[in-house]
């Protein structure tokens, strides 16, 4: 008892020894605090402006003024931490051409580091900086006093300082901005703002043609009719709820709005409370106004009151907010710490400028677009790309922001430049990203943080590209033919691999509860099909089904409208769903068919009653991805899990909602069985890859597929290892493990059949030739021998087979008659099985379909002949499936995983030119036993004949499937 009293007691002094050292000051005592003093001025603590609570220190200065802090302890503290450094807000009242310096020094009085804060701003501005990393102060130094040194060519000035603080954690997200700079090198995650604000269009060359003219006023009218309608299905019940849906956002928008009071001082200078970025030091803060808090809740309700009910009301207060928002450092060059979030939800402010700009005054209306180009990072679309593609956030949140600044702007030669220069950009955004970049994947996967992310970032990215697309078609600024081929294929691609409105489970990052997702992107595939010079039947048709399947999910979403990440709630976004819906277009017969998609790592088998998906992790894709309170328990989503959806029975095996799922056993993968406690997120523990590069998948024309990976767990326990493969032959699947190994003696080692709700009956049974065990979707599993354990909670049936501690080089075998025929399933387990299993060990896992002439293949070793097999030898490992369609003739599918690329063991090592890292094709050599004429119809081949050898050379890059024909020479 006394040990634990002492660790109490040593955690609570060590607790009061961080809110020390973390010490915040925001002068709202009556006196100036005594660690501040001024040499050529005066200090006084002021009610007139302030950030947080209600007061500041008002510092009136004369040239050459020195404003002393000489706080000891915060800044020992903050000089002997790596990350140390100051954190302020500064208000300005004159901007003046000159520096103020920020100068540290150690006890000697000697000057350790400075940091140079150009004055040229009015308003609130806000530093972040490191001593070390950004000021260039040695390690092992202490400072003991800080000066702020005033411009030496000004005679006077007034500044006032709130919420200072000299911290041990300045955020990595800090960034430079028009006022200070701080020592970026890599903007693979805080973009370089500073370079987009100074780039600028060559406008020595821009004609503006009448053509040109027109096209601008046919968006602008387009983009109007969008936030507002145009009546032209103003009865369709869709369109009736989505008017409600707005309406009631208005309503909430004007009653949050009346705490925003209309005030002005003497000087025409607005006044409010302080407004604060969505992230910012909160030592010692509590309920504080953001930026966001206005954005997300007020702006765009006032500026769609006023366009819709002429409330002239709304307009003066919406007026008054971007006054008060400049103020407070909403404005050109100001990066209020960081701008990471705010460039994300400000949807607000970006729709509600556009909506209200012909309402601004001049002044005004250049403040905001200087505003709107520096939030909106438009210079980055008069830069020359160094690579395709582009950030989902940047799409989601920016591409309609962007699009609202060019058309707002005033001048015709910069407009068309700005135009023109936007759908090159976009164009660019829309290519294939290279490597780990983003957005859309040359097998149209959707990449964020470096990995495939369907639950959000992606289908945001995707709409947001589709409705700027709607908006450019048919005038000179129109997106190009392939920008809208690969929107047009990444929806088609997002409802193949979706189960219904379903993403898979193992594309979720850190949403695990976020499943049902493409209900969002259904006005994209009316956006994207009304691009094309005639409208598109493929996407029409797929809407269509969707819609048609989805009734009550529509209705749902038709009713919400909301403002925070993206807006796009809007009637305009209705009346584009019905005209799609009103054009005589056949609605499409449910997908059917497989697809491998290597940039996610997954294999997608479905038809109109069951949907599966498989999903691996590896060197290049990492594991899941998790935050302190989201997706804790995701560690084995990609362990080889095998998902599915049963359509007929609705069912499914994936319960993230229930709190008795247990997260240890999810379908189809092989993993240790840990406690909650250590099963749960560590920091920085997630985005994990493997250093194995074999995460394989072939798909034929039908559903015969197959997934194959070799399992390697660098992160937790590095001894952890399996080879994993499923077969898809037609209503059966095969699953293989070998070479299960670890050193974990503590805990055993799995591989999980299902996880079945306890109210559905599983019944096991036990035959001579194995076991045949049902879940509740009425799949039926095989297994010869073994014996798998079935165990129960009150709220789930478990089913696995248990390979005990610290395993060994163990294996599985079982297979899934997906139709539950009984009858199939006894004789895949009897004497005369029509399935051969010719290789399950480190080597290879090769499966012979006997009655169809079919062989699956994954090959884990270059090094290993086949002698007896039609693919003798490989010289890079890969998988293949030969399908025979005549003795002599024979079709190969084949696909080799290696991306040839840069990696590191997680997400957050990778460097910026580890990110763009291009993928590098290989020629990749298949031996064949025998003599054989080889054709393509789309694979360019090389083939040689080698002692009775068919040598078949192709040149393999990103995963990609291939495809060849055999037939046999004649002798």
């Not at 100068?103 to 400075?114: H, I, T």
Request: net charge neutral; with cysteine.
């Amino acid at each position: 008892m006394k040990i634990k009293n002492w660790v109490l007691i040593v955690c609570l002094l060590c607790f009061i020894t961080e809110v020390m050292k973390a010490q915040v000051y925001s002068f709202e005592n009556k006196k100036v605090p005594k660690e501040w003093s001024i040499d050529g001025g005066k200090l006084e603590v002021s009610r007139l402006k302030y950030k947080e609570g209600k007061q500041s220190l008002k510092v009136v200065w004369d040239k050459n003024a020195i404003v002393r802090f000489t706080g000891k302890e915060s800044l020992d503290a903050a000089s002997r931490s790596v990350n140390g450094g100051i954190t302020a807000w500064i208000y300005n009242k004159v901007p003046v051409t000159e520096y103020m310096y920020f100068s540290f020094a150690d006890e000697s009085g000697a000057e350790v580091c400075r940091l140079p804060f150009r004055m040229d701003f009015k308003g609130w501005r806000c530093v972040w900086a490191k001593f070390r990393e950004d000021m260039l102060m040695k390690p092992g130094t202490i400072i003991t006093s800080c000066a702020m040194i005033m411009p030496e060519n000004v005679e006077t000035g007034t500044i006032y300082l709130d919420y200072v603080e000299f911290t041990p954690t300045v955020s990595w997200q800090k960034m430079s901005d028009a006022q200070y700079k701080v020592n970026q090198k890599d903007y693979s995650l805080i973009h370089d703002f500073i370079g987009y604000r100074n780039t600028f269009p060559d406008l020595s060359d821009v004609i503006v043609r009448d053509e040109n003219r027109k096209g601008v006023e046919t968006i602008k009218n387009r983009l109007m009719k969008w936030y507002l309608g145009d009546q032209s299905a103003d009865n369709h019940p869709m369109v009736e709820i989505r008017k409600r849906g707005e309406r009631d956002f208005i309503k909430k928008g004007l009653k949050a709005a009346e705490k925003v009071q209309i005030r002005y001082d003497a000087d025409g200078v607005a006044m409010g409370e302080g407004l604060f970025p969505l992230y910012f030091s909160k030592a010692g803060v509590t309920n504080v106004a953001t930026f966001p808090d206005i954005n997300k809740y007020i702006l765009l309700p006032l500026a769609l009151d006023y366009r819709k009910n002429k409330s002239e009301n709304s307009l003066k207060k919406a007026l008054y907010i971007y006054d008060w928002f400049h103020d407070q450092g909403w404005a050109d060059g100001s990066g209020m710490g960081t701008l990471c979030f705010e460039k994300l939800r400000s949807a607000g402010y970006f729709h509600s400028l556009f909506l209200l700009k012909d309402n601004l005054s001049e002044a005004q209306l250049n403040r905001e677009l200087k505003a709107l180009k520096w939030f909106t990072m438009f210079g980055a679309c008069y830069q020359k790309p160094e690579h395709a593609g582009e950030v989902a956030d940047n799409l989601r949140a920016l591409a309609l922001p962007k699009l609202i600044y060019a058309l707002s702007l005033t001048d015709l030669t910069e407009q068309q430049a700005a135009m023109t220069a936007f759908s090159s950009y976009m164009n660019n955004a829309l290519d294939f990203g290279p490597g780990f970049f983003g957005t859309i994947k040359a097998d149209y996967s959707g990449y964020h943080h470096r990995g495939p992310y369907n639950s959000a970032y992606y289908p945001h990215a995707l709409y947001a590209a589709s409705l700027v697309a709607y908006l450019l078609h048919d005038t000179p600024y129109a997106l190009s033919e392939s920008s809208l081929t690969h929107l047009k294929q990444a929806l088609l691609t997002f409802r193949f691999f979706s189960a219904n409105l379903n993403i898979p489970s193992g594309t979720v990052g850190r949403f695990p509860r976020g499943q049902q997702v493409l209900q969002e992107l259904l006005p994209a595939f009316a956006y994207v099909a009304q691009s094309f010079p005639e409208t598109d039947t493929e996407l029409t048709a797929a809407f269509k089904r969707l819609v048609r399947k989805n009734p009550d999910v529509v209705k749902s979403f038709m009713a919400e409208v909301n403002s925070d990440l993206t807006y796009t709630n809007s009637v305009g976004e209705a009346e584009a769903m019905i005209k799609l819906l009103q054009m005589d277009i056949e609605e499409e017969s449910a997908p059917e068919g497989s697809l491998f998609m290597p940039y996610s790592g997954l294999l997608v088998v479905k038809n109109k009653d069951y949907h599966i998906n498989v999903k691996g992790f590896s060197k290049y894709i990492w594991d899941y991805e998790s935050s302190v309170s989201e997706n804790l328990y995701g560690r084995y989503l990609s362990y080889g899990q095998i998902e599915y959806f049963h359509f007929g029975k609705n069912t499914h095996s994936f319960y993230p909602a229930n709190q008795a799922f247990d997260w240890n056993y999810l379908s189809g993968t092989t993993s240790i069985v840990l406690p909650v406690t250590e099963l749960g997120a560590k920091k920085n523990k997630h985005r994990n890859f493997s250093d194995e590069t074999f995460l394989c998948g072939v798909s034929t024309t039908g559903q015969r597929s197959m997934f194959s990976m070799r399992l390697h767990d660098l992160k937790y326990d590095d001894s952890f290892r399996a080879n994993k493969s499923v077969f898809v032959i037609d209503d059966i699947i095969l699953c293989l493990g070998s070479d299960i190994r670890n050193g974990d003696k503590q805990h055993k080692t799995v591989t999980t059949l299902f996880q079945s709700p306890v109210k559905q009956k599983v019944k096991m049974e036990k035959r001579k030739t194995g076991v045949l065990l049902n879940d509740h979707s009425g799949m039926l599993y095989a297994m010869k021998d073994c014996d798998p354990v079935v165990q129960k909670n009150d709220s789930f049936t478990i089913a696995y087979i248990d390979h005990d501690v610290a395993p060994d080089r163990a294996g599985y075998q079982y297979y899934v008659v997906t139709n539950g025929d009984k009858q199939l399933a006894a004789h895949l387990l009897s004497e005369n099985t029509p399935i051969q299993i010719l290789r399950q060990d480190d080597k290879a896992h090769i499966v012979r379909v006997k009655d169809r002439d079919i062989t699956y293949g994954a090959v884990f070793n270059k090094d290993q002949t086949f002698d007896s097999l039609l693919v003798k030898r490989v010289n890079i490992p890969l998988s293949y499936i030969i399908e025979s369609e005549d003795k002599d003739k024979m079709k190969v599918f084949f696909s080799e995983p290696d991306m040839r690329r840069v990696s590191r063991t997680s997400m957050d090592g990778l460097s910026e030119e580890d990110v763009i890292e291009e993928e590098r094709a290989i020629e990749t050599e298949l031996v064949l036993n025998g003599m054989y004429d080889v054709y393509s119809p789309v694979t360019p081949l090389k083939v040689q004949y080698e002692d009775g050898n068919t040598l078949v050379r192709v040149l393999t890059i990103r995963g990609n499937n291939y495809m060849f024909n055999l037939r046999k020479k004649s002798l």
